[in-house]
């Protein structure tokens, strides 16, 4: 008996593709954490990890399973439902925008006609469970990480959607397919350089990354809205936050860099993921390396680089590109 | 507005000088060794462990005559000196050394006193320890054990 008999494809299609991305969202987390300790040692010319694996390399598996086998701690006088929820609320919109994300031009789950605007729709949640876990855990700490963290999300999250909409603007689409598609003869970078830059300052922002990240400053605020999180509470905000910067460059290398566009390898249907994880990585370890770089911002140099920087020069570089538009039109 | 791209140019030239120290940091080999495996030596002659006897290289044997003058010179006491008189030999000969390293403040002033430079700071920094008498040393003892 064939298994479509009584399992519609459509619903077997869905279930492989839910697998495919839930254990990609836990490998990128690995890999990414490797790669982050391993590259702030080598920023600190520290060799990392060296301890568990030759170089370190079980190290991750060692720290997830130590998380699991923590205890979830409740503390005191939290809000249960909310305290429990937000952790989940962090974890399931940054895996939600794998779904529409092109690794290759067959690699995909579903071609949205709409997908930039869900994905940004779904990562704008990521500011609420921030909110509700700074809220809940009943901590000065925490609600002070969640306060900055949603006036940080709010600010940056203009300049993201006036460069974004610059760039659907140029190719005329919504659909990420048609995005990477619209780049096959010259990448967008190379038109709109200014775009590009803005969009990867403001993505850093909106992931929480160093040096913007204000929400878990451990100087001022120990560990800011999960100052209260244990074991897995603690490890979905932390595959939430790799999850994202997988994401925004993704999204990034979309937009901007050619997606799955590349020297022709052979199968380029299926193959072109090479070059779009290639992208994407590199533009992951450019995170990691200003991370390693930068001080953290005070808050006023954050909300001051947002509307004082980004916002205009993202509106101006907006409204040219219109401009221009119209005119190469008539 | 004045100076505000002007701000912008010199900002983001600083940043990017910034991103080039690290980088080139990264390519740069490791200083650090995987301490309890792997130990480096103390490589300052400024360094200032506890303090040891020196040997006489024509003898083989202490340099010191015992004087005293370094228990005298230690502000907190924790230099103990004893000697005897042995016949055939001049002068006294030193019978016990010991430093009670848990009140040395490392000032140095035993190490300035001694006239016949038979004490100087040690390099040794792998001194932790469980007791308090792991800290009373027998510096006589230690000299002869280091051969």
Known sequence: MEITSFLPPDIIRMIVSAVVIISFVFLNAMVMTYAERKLAGHFQRRPGPMEVGSHGLLQVIVDGLKLIGKQLILPKDVDRPLFRLAPLLAFIPVVLPFIVIPFSEKLQVADLNIGLIFILAISSLNGMAVLIAGWSSNNKYSLFGALRSVAQNIAYEIPILLVVLTVALMANTFSLKGLVEAQSGMWFILLQPVAFIIYFIAGLAETNRAPFDLSEAESELTAGFHTEYSGMGFSLFFLGEYANMFVVCSIATILFLGGWHGIPLPFLEYTGVFWFLLKVYALLFVMIWCRWTYPRVRFDQLMNLAWKYLIPFSLVNFIITAIVLVIVKL | ?147
């Open chain 2, 1 to 147: 507005m004045s100076g505000y791209f002007s701000e912008i140019l010199t900002g983001g030239k600083s940043l990017l000088v910034g991103l080039g120290v690290t980088f080139k940091a990264m390519l740069q080999p490791v200083v650090t060794v995987q301490y309890p495996r792997e130990k480096t030596d103390v490589t300052s002659s400024n360094y200032r462990g506890h303090i040891e006897l020196v040997r006489n290289p024509e003898t083989g044997s202490f340099k010191c005559i015992a004087c005293g003058l370094c228990a005298k010179a230690c502000p907190s006491e924790c230099i103990t000196v004893k000697s005897e008189k042995r016949e055939g030999v001049k002068g006294k000969v030193l019978t016990v050394f010991q430093l009670d390293f848990t009140k040395c403040s490392l000032c140095g002033s035993c190490v300035e006193a001694c006239n016949k430079g038979a004490i100087r700071f040690s390099q040794d920094y792998n001194i932790a320890g469980f007791t308090k008498e792991e800290f009373h040393y027998d510096l006589l003892k230690r000299l002869e054990e280091m051969g």
